[in-house]
């Protein structure tokens, strides 16, 4: 049996958001496409037995397949190599001035595979919490370390959850302040409820966000189930 497989009794939330309505609501929303395999670790994911292990094992493996997608959102240029047989191959290469962010603590755990994927890549972070007296009132920005010329950089913006919209929102007023443009801001995360795409997309629209699943269940507890903390 694989690691992390779930009983045959355990049932995955069913969404009630087709791809066409999400498609038609949200523009600047990209679902990775369903397949096999994304299921599966979606549903190891979601699965409150799976040991810390095999949640961290696949949850690597579905923000890997997250970052690798929204690679293709940054901008490229053509270029021309000699292969070793002396011949010119034109391909492409990235742009420079891109970077990572991530929220502290669940996005640090996406900080791994972006760094597999860009060795060389900028990352700052932000530590945003809510106020535990006073649920009503927005996320507060508690530490913000940026590379100093973030306004001239491609942003991607990691957190893995996205329920309420309020982090990620807070986040991006954050880069705001510091002259990131919005559209240049790719935020990439694992789940995310409609009611937080309506939260964040109503004050900035021309963000992109990458996701694996539109659900109205985000209660994963990524965070402390991440870092094993969760006990």
């Given at each position: 049996?694989?690691?992390?497989?779930?009983?045959?009794?355990?049932?995955?939330?069913?969404?009630?958001?087709?791809?066409?309505?999400?498609?038609?609501?949200?523009?600047?929303?990209?679902?990775?496409?369903?397949?096999?395999?994304?299921?599966?670790l979606r549903t190891i994911l979601r699965n409150a037995k799976t040991c810390h292990g095999d949640f961290v094992f696949n949850a690597d493996r579905l923000i890997r397949l997250v970052i690798e997608e929204a690679l293709n959102f940054l901008p490229t240029h053509n270029k021309t190599v000699i292969t070793p047989k002396g011949v010119p191959y034109e391909g492409k290469a990235f742009n420079k001035g891109n970077c990572g962010v991530s929220l502290?603590?669940?996005?640090?755990?996406m900080e791994k595979s972006l760094r597999e994927c860009c060795r060389s890549i900028r990352i700052g972070k932000m530590l945003i919490r809510h106020d535990d007296d006073d649920s009503c009132r927005p996320p507060k920005v508690i530490y913000v370390r940026l590379p100093p010329d973030i306004a001239e950089r491609n942003v991607l913006l990691m957190y893995p959850l996205m329920n309420t919209g309020g982090t990620i929102h807070q986040s991006i007023k954050e880069l705001k302040k510091n002259n990131v443009k919005e559209d240049r801001i790719i935020i990439c995360?694992?789940?995310?409820?409609?009611?937080?795409?309506?939260?964040?997309?109503?004050?900035?629209?021309?963000?992109?966000?990458?996701?694996?699943?539109?659900?109205?269940?985000?209660?994963l507890h990524f965070g402390e189930r991440y870092f094993g903390t969760d006990n």
């Amino acid at each position: 049996m694989m690691a992390g497989t779930p009983p045959d009794n355990f049932i995955l939330p069913i969404t009630k958001y087709s791809g066409a309505a999400i498609d038609d609501e949200f523009s600047r929303l990209h679902v990775l496409k369903s397949n096999n395999q994304i299921s599966w670790l979606r549903t190891i994911l979601r699965n409150a037995k799976t040991c810390h292990g095999d949640f961290v094992f696949n949850a690597d493996r579905l923000i890997r397949l997250v970052i690798e997608e929204a690679l293709n959102f940054l901008p490229t240029h053509n270029k021309t190599v000699i292969t070793p047989k002396g011949v010119p191959y034109e391909g492409k290469a990235f742009n420079k001035g891109n970077c990572g962010v991530s929220l502290v603590r669940s996005g640090e755990a996406m900080e791994k595979s972006l760094r597999e994927c860009c060795r060389s890549i900028r990352i700052g972070k932000m530590l945003i919490r809510h106020d535990d007296d006073d649920s009503c009132r927005p996320p507060k920005v508690i530490y913000v370390r940026l590379p100093p010329d973030i306004a001239e950089r491609n942003v991607l913006l990691m957190y893995p959850l996205m329920n309420t919209g309020g982090t990620i929102h807070q986040s991006i007023k954050e880069l705001k302040k510091n002259n990131v443009k919005e559209d240049r801001i790719i935020i990439c995360t694992l789940f995310v409820t409609p009611d937080s795409l309506r939260h964040v997309f109503a004050s900035f629209p021309t963000v992109r966000i990458l996701t694996t699943e539109v659900n109205e269940d985000c209660a994963l507890h990524f965070g402390e189930r991440y870092f094993g903390t969760d006990n």
